[in-house]
């Protein structure tokens, strides 16, 4: 079914409101991330705290340069369900980034010692992400009570996408809470050095990536996921590249360094494997 056909049929269309709050986002993670991918050795000065390891830097910085394509393109979608991948993920990693910085504020650039523009960058940020978690929340609850219903689904994903998308959701949501809810213990899990804070960020993204595999799993849509897809193979390049950049910093001999290149690898094939068996354009 054509999107045309679709909302003919009475299908739930995406709301302006949820429309405009994506290309908001996508726009706020386009500025997060140029800060953090290019200045990635420069964070005391052009970013909302310090972050020691270009590294983690660049590691974040890929997560929200990704983000763009994820929310523009959702937000270009004229059907609620084939733009919904997006916001559960969204609005969890907002909210766990709203908790992480109030409970390392202490170390944000808040101060009249730290430059003035690193001082507005870490007001802005708390704006942000005291504002968007809320707005995300009341705009999908008023999406899911729009009227109409939800297309049904044609393209169920084969076999071998679908268990890597429930392989990855069970790794990525095991490992991002448990960075996030006790990282001083979970540090060692990660392939390079992590402080609390980072290790509560880095968490906060993984996690939010495991919500997304989930969704995508639990949809089995070829189109539902289309957004997605793009998506991960946007992460799974970017963090190749940040690798890349700092390939001296990972231990190579390492199982953990081995492992995380494994999962980037399996996160572009699966995105890649989605967008290669997309059915028709819409």
Do not use: C
Not at 128 to 144: C, D, E, F, N
Not at 172 to 177: C, D, E
Not at 248 to 262: C, E, F, I, N, S
């Amino acid at each position: 079914m054509s999107q045309a056909e679709a909302l003919e049929a009475g299908i739930r269309e995406l709301s302006g409101g949820m429309r405009r709050l994506l290309w908001i986002a996508g726009f706020l993670v386009l500025l997060a991330g140029s800060t953090l991918f290019i200045f990635t050795e420069q964070t005391e000065s052009f970013f909302a705290w310090t972050i020691d390891l270009p590294l983690t830097a660049a590691f974040l910085g890929a997560g929200y340069w990704s983000s763009v394509a994820f929310e523009w393109l959702a937000a270009r979608e004229r059907v609620w369900v084939y733009a919904r991948i997006a916001v559960p993920s969204v609005f969890v990693f907002t909210a766990l980034t709203l908790i992480a910085t109030l409970i390392h504020l202490e170390l944000f650039h808040l101060g009249s010692s730290f430059p003035f523009q690193a001082q507005a960058i870490a007001w802005a940020w708390i704006a942000i992400y005291a504002g968007v978690p809320v707005a995300m929340a009341w705009l999908w609850v008023t999406q899911s009570r729009a009227q109409g219903s939800d297309p049904a689904k044609t393209a169920p994903l084969p076999g071998a996408i679908r268990t890597m998308l429930v392989i990855h959701a069970l790794v990525m949501l095991a490992l991002g809470a448990y960075l996030f809810l006790l990282p001083e213990r979970a540090l060692s899990l990660w392939p390079w050095a992590l402080t609390p804070l980072t290790g509560r960020a880095v968490g906060a993204w993984v996690f939010s990536v495991g919500i997304t595999a989930a969704q995508a799993a639990w949809e089995n849509d070829l189109e539902r996921m289309r957004v997605a897809a793009f998506g991960y193979v946007g992460l799974g390049v970017l963090q190749l590249l940040a690798l890349a950049r700092y390939l001296q910093v990972p231990d190579w001999t390492d199982v953990r360094a081995l492992v995380y290149l494994g999962v980037l690898l399996s996160m572009i094939a699966t995105g890649a494997a989605t967008l290669a068996r997309r059915p028709g354009a819409r």
